[in-house]
């Protein structure tokens, strides 16, 4: 068998396993977030919150929560880092500086999970597994209780509240990310993947001597760093060491996790507004850029080889011999089309192409299927705006599931889509007009300007990923990228609560013969194409002066 | 104002003791329990594939190593000791270190990207080493014939396996530096080589700690 059609069957055992989840697990979370129940562990939880649970929020008051839940977070995991000099189970290793545990501790809260720093090195236990892998949770549910919101401010049939975000929060925790990412690490280790708590230690080697291995919780911070689309690694290598992926396998399981959640909301969003159809018009959105992008990324990875590449054989550099080059494409493409940024292959040395690839999921917003909760709501305002285009053609007021798309919601939107690549931009050209930032830089030419837009993109999107040759930790990049991950996390939200809000105050409109049908194939195909313009004309010329100069010029 | 404040520091103490009630859950019992089960049922997994020989721990079956002679000169890299099965390169292991109290197994890649000097340098050393190391009377190496995870750095540094087509390129020299039959060694690599998962899940591999492994028995 050739290693293409390995990758193709690969691609498509992914998209078989996908469709077997998608309506049981769209469906259940349809559940968990309708429900009047309450479990009793909830109970217990709410308790210790000391907020009641069935308090219907108006948008302002969800936003207060969703901002001031994240900036303890932020808060609480900037002084585990700074106070690891001092806590037990910390390896030995050093409290972390300023610079780095802000950029940190924004990293995690902000569900990117961009690391300048190299795990093994850096983080004990206690950082790892109560701070960073906490936040890999519940930054992902912050996600999806903000989406879940956006999904009733359609679905509200009266001057309606968004939901109570603190239960939306727990449940998202409780009932849907803790039980899978339980049953997930546990597939993980029985498969090879490191759970333990030992501390540093010398193992033999075949030839005498030793090496020096760190123990950890590394199979259920990965299960979660996957399900969550995060993407922090426990080891600098992340996905690609093999005590966090040790199978071909696993490889395709953790890709499967990625991916698992972001694809069901669409069922849990067609539930929520009364069409699962309307669900289905969306899923063909997402999977028609993810098959598209997988195709892109194995032709460039497997035929279009240049300088260094051509001369090895192979597009191999940074890539696992057990994954191979097939595998490693899916990887590449469903972790920049998410918010997740594990890698199990290094980008950075992928064909001029293949990177510029990487870097364009993460340019179009990370909608295709997005990360968990995040990428359907940036779906949803690029719906809004698609409704707009097609609604400014035929002269007629915009409508989207029943509610008018008037002046207030397509300013939100406007704003919305303006936020990412404005931080993208400016802070890129920015950096590249500063001499130390440019120092920072690996490689020379069109990929150290690549490496520095990748780092923008990746922070403002909330990916994670990096083109990794660039040195991220001075005091430049911490505080840029940090900020950028928490502008790009939390300004977008904003706007997404007040359209939420906005849109549960007005009364649904009779659906009639002029209604735009945005559960058909050609609403599928407006909206592929509004993405793929919009993010094109936004992002070309950057694209050009990196990755599109590296790939043309071999 | 003062209304406001206090409204704000409320919400701020929901947020700590929401922060603090889902720590225990996620970060103290979520992990404590994976690693129960996972110390109850994969104990040998769950601590890293060790695998020994001869009573002794020789390594992981899931982290490569290096097989050098002994460095003789402080700073130079070490050579290769020709006797084993080498694995691939690994240029990119132990960058970014910010910590060095231990010498400890750090990963890493090179990222240096494909149309730099500096890689197109490491590929051409690399060949060229391929060649001069595994060329013995009787047995060229072809360059055409060498696969790319032969002269390039891996994801994590640490990859364990190598090609099967890689492995096939040594077996002549392992064969003469162990005064063992080609025919034999041959047969160990075609043992050694696993096949896709399932037929279609990666790449055909050859794990080279459990190859040397299993010279090292043959020669015993």
Not at chain 1, 101 to 124: D, I, K, P, R
Not at chain 1, 358 to 376: N, R
Not at chain 2, 28 to 35: A, D, E, F, N, W
Request: overall charge positive.
């Amino acid at each position: 068998m050739s290693p293409v059609l390995a990758g193709v069957l690969q691609l498509l055992a992914l998209m078989a396993a996908l469709s077997l989840a998608y309506v049981p697990l769209g469906t259940y979370m349809a559940k968990v977030y309708s429900s009047d129940r309450h479990l009793r562990i909830e109970k217990w939880i709410y308790r210790g919150i000391g907020v009641n649970p069935n308090v219907r929020m108006s948008w302002p008051a969800y936003l207060r929560g969703v901002l001031a839940f994240s900036a303890v977070g932020v808060l609480l995991l900037y002084l585990l880092q700074r106070l690891q000099g001092v806590l037990p189970l910390s390896l030995g290793f050093r409290s972390i500086e300023p610079a780095q545990a802000f950029n940190t501790a924004a990293s995690f809260v902000t569900n990117t999970n961009w690391q300048s720093y190299a795990g093994e090195q850096a983080m004990g236990h206690v950082v790892q597994t109560a701070g960073l892998a906490v936040q890999n949770f519940v930054s992902g549910a912050v996600g999806i209780a903000v989406a879940v919101a956006l999904v009733r401010g359609f679905a509200a049939t009266r001057a309606g509240a968004l939901g109570n975000f603190w239960a939306d929060l727990v449940r998202g925790v409780v009932r849907i990310l803790l039980p899978i990412a339980m049953i997930a690490a546990i597939v993980l280790v029985a498969a090879g993947a490191l759970q333990n708590f030992s501390g540093i230690h010398a193992v033999g080697q075949f030839l005498g001597g030793s090496q020096q291995w760190n123990g950890g919780a590394v199979a259920s911070q990965e299960a979660i760093k996957e399900l969550a689309t995060n993407g922090g690694g426990y080891f600098n290598a992340n996905s690609a060491h093999p005590f966090e992926n040790p199978t071909p396998f696993t490889n395709l399981f953790e890709i499967f996790l990625i991916l698992v959640i972001p694809f069901a909301l669409t069922r849990t969003f067609g539930i929520m507004v009364g069409s699962v159809r309307q669900g289905y018009a969306i899923l063909a959105t997402m999977v028609t850029i993810w098959v598209g992008f997988v195709a892109l990324m194995m032709w460039t990875e497997f035929a279009h080889h240049e300088g260094a590449l051509r001369l090895a054989g192979g597009a191999m550099e940074g890539k696992e011999v057990r994954f191979g080059v097939g595998a490693s494409s899916i990887f590449a493409v469903s972790t920049t089309l998410t918010s997740t940024g594990a890698v199990d292959s290094f980008h950075s040395s992928f064909t001029g192409f293949g990177g510029g690839i990487a870097l364009l999921g993460m340019m179009l917003g990370e909608i295709a299927p997005g990360g968990v909760g995040s990428g359907l709501y940036g779906i949803l305002i690029m719906a809004i705006i698609a409704v707009f285009i097609a609604g400014l053609m035929v002269g007629r007021t915009p409508e989207y599931l029943g509610k008018k798309i008037r002046t207030r919601e397509i300013k939100l939107a406007a704003v919305y889509i303006l936020i990412t690549p404005a931080l993208v931009l400016v802070c890129t050209a920015v950096s590249m007009a500063l001499p130390s930032a440019r120092h920072s830089m690996l490689n020379p030419g069109a990929h150290g300007f690549s490496e520095i837009l990748y780092a923008f993109t990746s922070a403002s999107n909330n990916n994670g990923s990096a083109f990794a040759g660039l040195n991220a930790n001075t005091d430049w990049f911490n505080t840029m990228t940090g900020l950028a991950m928490l502008f790009g996390r939390f300004l977008p939200m904003v706007f997404v609560l007040a359209l939420a809000g906005s849109l549960a105050e007005q009364q649904p409109v009779p659906v009639t013969a002029g209604t735009l049908r945005t559960e058909k194939p050609l609403f599928t195909g407006l909206l592929v194409g509004a993405i793929l313009i919009i993010v094109g004309l936004t992002y070309f010329p950057a694209l050009a002066l990196g990755p599109l100069a590296e790939g043309l010029a071999s | 104002m003062n209304n406001s404040l206090r409204n704000t520091a409320r919400l701020l103490g929901a947020g700590l003791r929401a922060l603090l009630v889902l720590t225990l859950v996620t970060g103290v019992v979520y992990p404590l329990v994976v690693t129960g089960v996972a110390q109850a049922f994969f104990p040998g997994k769950a601590n890293g594939s060790r695998v020994g020989a001869d009573g002794k721990v020789v390594g992981s079956s899931l982290i490569g190593q290096s097989y050098d002679l002994p460095s003789t000169k402080g700073d130079q890299p070490p050579a290769p000791d020709l006797k084993w099965f080498q694995g691939r390169p690994a240029h990119g292991l132990g960058t970014n270190t910010v910590n060095t109290r231990y010498k400890l197994l750090v990963s890493g890649a090179t990222n240096l990207a494909a149309d730099t000097k500096a890689l197109r340098e490491q590929v051409e050393a690399a060949r060229a080493a391929v060649v001069e190391d595994n060329s013995v009377p009787g047995y060229t190496v072809e360059p055409s014939d060498i696969p790319a995870d032969a002269v390039t750095s891996s994801g994590s540094g640490l990859d364990p396996d190598i090609s099967p087509q890689y492995a096939r390129i040594q077996v002549h020299r392992v064969a003469v530096r162990n005064g063992l039959p080609v025919e034999r060694v041959a047969k160990l690599v075609e043992e050694h080589t696993q096949g896709r998962t399932l037929g279609f899940m990666g790449e055909p591999r050859v794990n080279v700690l459990a190859l040397n492994t299993a010279l090292r028995d043959l020669t015993a």
